[in-house]
Nanobody, 116 residues
Framework: QVQLVESGGGLVQAGGSLRLSCATSGSIFSLSALGWYRQAPGKQRELVAGITSGGRTNYADSVKGRFTISRDNVKRTVYLQMNSLKPEDTAVYYC??????????WGKGTLVTVSS
């Protein structure tokens, strides 16, 4: 059974930083693609950043240059370093894993609130 558990969310002032973590179990982590998504109130869930099994990354235009996704295959954990946070980054952030069979799994989310 694949499980994803996010942590690291919280309240931060604009311009501040947070580091989100997503610990996983139950999958062949090293062969999986990983991503961070977010959903703000009244909005659709959107991709924030992704990283392939080979380490290639992609980012939403709104976070390029501010956020960095990384993975630790030994710890089976994916991270999202968020710098220069803005109030519009306020959302619930979800971790996503897609295994090598194409199955997608989600965590329960962690809330990030950026005050102005």
């Amino acid at each position: 059974q694949v499980q994803l558990v996010e942590s690291g969310g919280g309240l931060v002032q604009a311009g501040g930083s947070l580091r989100l973590s997503c610990a996983t179990s139950g999958s062949i982590f090293s062969l999986s693609a990983l991503g961070w998504y977010r959903q703000a109130p009244g909005k659709q869930r959107e991709l924030v950043a992704g990283i392939t099994s080979g380490g290639r990354t992609n980012y939403a235009d709104s976070v390029k240059g501010r956020f960095t996704i990384s993975r630790d295959n030994v710890k089976r954990t994916v991270y999202l370093q968020m710098n220069s946070l803005k109030p519009e980054d306020t959302a619930v952030y979800y971790c996503n894993l897609e295994d090598n069979d194409g199955m997608a799994y989600w965590g329960k989310g962690t809330l990030v609130t950026v005050s102005s």
